[in-house]
């Protein structure tokens, strides 16, 4: 990787510190404290913090995806396509629809009026728990979260897939085995992430919801578990992945 790369990855980074700091303390407090109630302010807090990190990495991975195109399919133009201008306008408009998407997810949830014991059936404020706990008809969040769901899941993933078969093209084209291997391998942690975060989101997010009590509440179970890793085991991996050479 070159300095543009790096830039990217010091957001990635610092990404996912600020994705674990949201949630995690307050997991180990939970674990901890016996008395274990968040403040509704506090916990409007942590889903904007993670719904917010969330969407910002999964369009921050397409931006590096058409950073390893460009590397691997245009390797001449590379620092020319992906100067300073380049990649702080990729990180900041990462960063800001990430934060414009959670804004009205947030607040389309703390609008509603909430009712019945207010128990979340989760280890953290995770916007969908909390939405079981309205009292109202919530399908604006439903149709507002499934348009979110296409914008952020659906189209850096197609964009994901379209960079990466130029790439594997490209790679195949190449007609030394050294050379090869030594293109792929600029991609390996790229592709390695975005396979364990976004398999982890599909699966929470994109999957059928249960009709059936017994089903659901193994649903229930599987999805605080699928939160848990790509909210703390995710991120640790990051640095892991990307620091194997």
Same mark, same amino acid.
């Given at each position: 990787?070159?300095?543009?790369?790096?830039?990217?990855?010091?957001?990635?980074?610092?990404?996912?510190?600020?994705?674990?700091?949201?949630?995690?303390?307050?997991?180990?407090?939970?674990?901890?404290?016996?008395? @274990?109630?968040?403040?509704?302010?506090?916990?409007?807090?942590?889903?904007?913090?993670?719904?917010?990190?969330?969407?910002?990495?999964?369009?921050?991975?397409?931006?590096?995806?058409?950073?390893?195109?460009?590397?691997?399919?245009?390797?001449?133009?590379?620092?020319?396509?992906?100067?300073?201008?380049?990649?702080?306008?990729?990180?900041?408009?990462?960063?800001?629809?990430?934060?414009?998407?959670?804004?009205?997810?947030?607040?389309?949830?703390?609008?509603?009026?909430?009712?019945?014991?207010? &128990?979340?059936?989760?280890?953290?404020?995770? &916007?969908?728990?909390?939405? *079981?706990?309205?009292?109202?008809?919530?399908?604006?969040?439903?149709?507002?979260?499934?348009?979110?769901?296409?914008?952020?899941?659906?189209?850096?993933?197609?964009?994901?897939?379209?960079?990466?078969?130029?790439?594997?093209?490209? &790679?195949?084209?190449?007609?030394?085995?050294?050379?090869?291997? @030594?293109?792929?391998?600029?991609?390996?942690?790229?592709?390695?992430?975005?396979?364990?975060?976004?398999?982890?989101?599909?699966?929470?997010?994109?999957?059928? *919801?249960?009709?059936?009590?017994?089903?659901?509440?193994?649903?229930?179970?599987?999805? @605080?578990?699928?939160?848990?890793?790509?909210?703390?085991?995710?991120?640790?991996?990051?640095?892991?992945?990307?620091?194997?050479?």
């Amino acid at each position: 990787c070159m300095n543009p790369c790096f830039n990217l990855l010091g957001n990635l980074s610092f990404l996912d510190i600020c994705y674990t700091t949201s949630s995690v303390p307050l997991i180990l407090d939970s674990f901890l404290n016996p008395r @274990k109630t968040i403040a509704f302010s506090a916990c409007a807090v942590q889903m904007f913090l993670s719904f917010a990190m969330g969407a910002t990495e999964c369009v921050l991975l397409g931006m590096m995806a058409f950073d390893r195109y460009i590397a691997i399919c245009n390797p001449l133009r590379y620092l020319l396509v992906m100067n300073k201008a380049a990649y702080l306008l990729m990180a900041a408009s990462s960063w800001a629809a990430g934060i414009a998407a959670s804004i009205v997810q947030t607040c389309l949830a703390i609008r509603l009026p909430f009712c019945g014991n207010n &128990i979340i059936n989760h280890f953290t404020c995770e &916007i969908l728990a909390v939405l *079981k706990l309205a009292c109202v008809d919530i399908s604006i969040n439903v149709i507002s979260t499934g348009v979110t769901n296409v914008i952020f899941l659906g189209v850096p993933v197609l964009f994901i897939f379209v960079s990466y078969i130029f790439i594997l093209t490209t &790679i195949l084209r190449i007609p030394s085995a050294e050379g090869r291997k @030594k293109a792929f391998s600029t991609c390996s942690a790229h592709l390695t992430v975005v396979v364990v975060f976004y398999g982890t989101i599909l699966f929470m997010y994109g999957k059928p *919801k249960s009709k059936d009590p017994l089903g659901a509440d193994k649903q229930d179970l599987s999805d @605080k578990l699928i939160a848990l890793f790509y909210g703390v085991v995710t991120p640790m991996l990051n640095p892991i992945v990307y620091g194997i050479k």
